[in-house]
């Protein structure tokens, strides 16, 4: 009875928010609900014949849980998840209560939350997932999570406990990543973690699943400044590499311990969505998800071929009647990433908006470690944020002189910043935007006028 009750009102709530644009109700609802029953999550999710999907990582969360959201839905599948941002218990609690019936029943075949890096110990106790997608780790907001290697440490406690009720779906370019198939099957041989060793055979221990990348045009042959984890996970020598992709992900091994990148069981896929080589890690660990729920390739293929980004992660508005494209850039790596998935589109435009408020992470200095290969092609780049003069004063160490007093332009209002970019364009451009997140729901609701959260 207490559940129908924080059901009923968390509805009432939501609705309320919406009705006054003060956001859509993502983490109120579920706060208050938490604070009324602590058991809440996994009592209704018990009750409930509903699947569920975790997914955590760095970056590519969002994307990776709207592929798989969009291919279920397309396929008669009916799915729900929880809204980005709203990536901790209260945003989970949020989201199952909207999507929950009176008689407190979630009717739907699948639940996906993504999960915010530092949350998932805590949702892991509340929720036994069908299924764990583990992206990436890269350095994000050291002043909220520290370095990779200590979240990696709280992830592998939470790991340890999992069941065979699990599959665990894990990016075998990451050395961190990989090695928590070590978690759940200590008994794996010493030079690899082999498909021999994946629950199928033992009792009580999760089935393992791994995507990588295996494609030579795609790798760096030096390591890049945001490297985050190029040391052995077991014997912490560093690692060498046949093929380095971006960071620290490839195909690795340790001539000290032996310890190597384990066979893939996904490398590649007919179609991928989304342009950017980190889309193809988000691309490749949603398809093994589907495969396991039985949607055939083909099926798959299709659902790619009509996905449609979630917001801010490559979305494309229309503005003032030209097109603005946002990359979300909240750390070093998916900076990067975000800044050559730009240059391959041909971006003359840019628009750098730097936040440093709680969402982003207070510690700014990740700027520094960003790489900005052949930033001379943009005809005009564009500050703006919280911190415009830090990223200022970033470029102008990268540039001449001559070409930073013609080519950036400083704006500390943010619409002022934007509408001058869209003056900047010429006939059918695109302006560019690399924000961090709170830049990002900023920009959307400048440029859409709504709120997200």
Same mark, same amino acid.
């Given at each position: 009875?207490?559940?129908l *009750? ?8 939501s609705?309320l928010?919406r009705?006054l ?5 993502s983490? &109120?609802?579920g706060?208050i609900?938490?604070? *009324?029953? =602590?058991?809440?999550? !996994? ?8 699947k569920?999907i ?8 969002t ?21 980005s941002g709203?990536?901790l218990?209260?945003?989970?609690a949020?989201s199952?209560?909207?999507?929950s019936?009176l008689?407190?029943?979630?009717n739907?075949?699948f639940?996906?939350?993504e999960?915010?890096?530092?949350a998932l110990p805590?949702?892991? =106790?509340?929720?036994k ?7 990436n780790l890269?350095?994000?907001q050291?002043?909220?999570y520290?370095? /990779? ?5 709280k992830?592998?406690d939470s790991?340890?406990k ?6 665990? *779906? ?14 759940v099957?200590?008994d794996?041989?010493?030079g690899s ?8 055979d033992k009792?009580?221990i ?5 995507f ?13 400044q ?7 996970p ?9 093929r380095l992709?971006?960071s620290?992900?490839g ?5 000290n311990?032996n ?10 896929f ?6 950017g ?10 398809t093994? /998800?589907?495969k ?6 083909k099926?798959i293929?299709?659902?790619f ?9 490559q979305?494309?508005i !229309? ?6 494209q946002?990359?979300l ?9 975000s ?5 391959d ?8 908006i730097l936040?440093d !408020?709680i969402?982003?992470?207070?510690d700014?200095? &990740?700027?520094w470690? /960003?790489?900005?290969?052949h930033i001379n ?8 944020g ?7 004063? !970033? ?11 013609? =080519?950036v332009f /400083? ?10 970019g869209?003056?900047?364009?010429d006939?059918?451009q695109?302006?560019?935007i ?15 006028g709504k709120?997200i959260l």
């Amino acid at each position: 009875m207490l559940n129908l *009750i924080i059901i009923l009102l968390g509805k009432i709530l939501s609705r309320l928010f919406r009705s006054l644009n003060l956001g859509d109700g993502s983490t &109120w609802p579920g706060h208050i609900a938490l604070g *009324i029953n =602590k058991k809440f999550i !996994r009592q209704v999710l018990h009750n409930s014949k509903t699947k569920t999907i975790i997914i955590a990582g760095t970056n590519g969360k969002t994307t990776t849980a709207a592929m798989i959201k969009s291919a279920l839905k397309q396929n008669g599948k009916k799915s729900f998840q929880n809204k980005s941002g709203a990536n901790l218990l209260n945003g989970i609690a949020s989201s199952i209560i909207m999507h929950s019936d009176l008689s407190g029943r979630i009717n739907h075949n699948f639940a996906i939350f993504e999960t915010d890096e530092n949350a998932l110990p805590q949702v892991l =106790k509340e929720c036994k997932p069908d299924f764990l997608i583990l992206l990436n780790l890269f350095r994000d907001q050291l002043d909220r999570y520290g370095e /990779v290697n200590i979240v990696a440490g709280k992830w592998k406690d939470s790991i340890d406990k999992l069941t065979d009720k699990t599959t665990l *779906i894990l990016n075998a370019d990451d050395p961190q990543i990989a090695y928590f198939a070590k978690s759940v099957n200590p008994d794996s041989d010493r030079g690899s973690i082999d498909s021999r060793f994946r629950g199928n055979d033992k009792k009580n221990i999760p089935q393992i699943l791994f995507f990588g990348l295996n494609e030579s045009s795609v790798s760096n042959k030096t390591a890049q400044q945001a490297a985050d984890s190029n040391y052995c996970p077991r014997c912490g020598k560093r690692l060498s590499y046949h093929r380095l992709i971006f960071s620290h992900l490839g195909d690795w091994y340790c001539k000290n311990c032996n310890l190597k990148r384990p066979k893939l069981d996904i490398h590649n896929f007919s179609i991928y969505p989304l342009p950017g080589i980190y889309n193809k890690y988000n691309t490749l660990a949603a398809t093994l /998800v589907l495969k396991k729920v039985d949607l055939s390739d083909k099926e798959i293929e299709v659902s790619f071929r009509n996905f449609k980004p979630a917001f801010g992660r490559q979305e494309i508005i !229309r503005y003032k009647e030209k097109n603005v494209q946002i990359f979300l850039s909240k750390n070093p790596t998916s900076f990067n990433q975000s800044f050559q998935a730009i240059s391959d589109l041909g971006a003359q435009t840019l628009l750098i908006i730097l936040n440093d !408020r709680i969402p982003d992470g207070r510690d700014i200095s &990740w700027i520094w470690d /960003v790489d900005l290969p052949h930033i001379n092609n943009f005809k005009q780049i564009i500050i703006s944020g919280d911190r415009t003069y830090d990223m200022a004063l !970033r470029l102008k160490y990268e540039l001449e002189i001559a070409d930073y007093e013609s =080519k950036v332009f /400083v704006f500390e209002d943010l619409e002022q910043a934007i509408n001058n970019g869209i003056d900047y364009l010429d006939g059918d451009q695109t302006l560019y935007i690399l924000p961090t997140y709170s830049a990002m729901l900023e920009s959307r609701k400048i440029l859409t006028g709504k709120k997200i959260l």
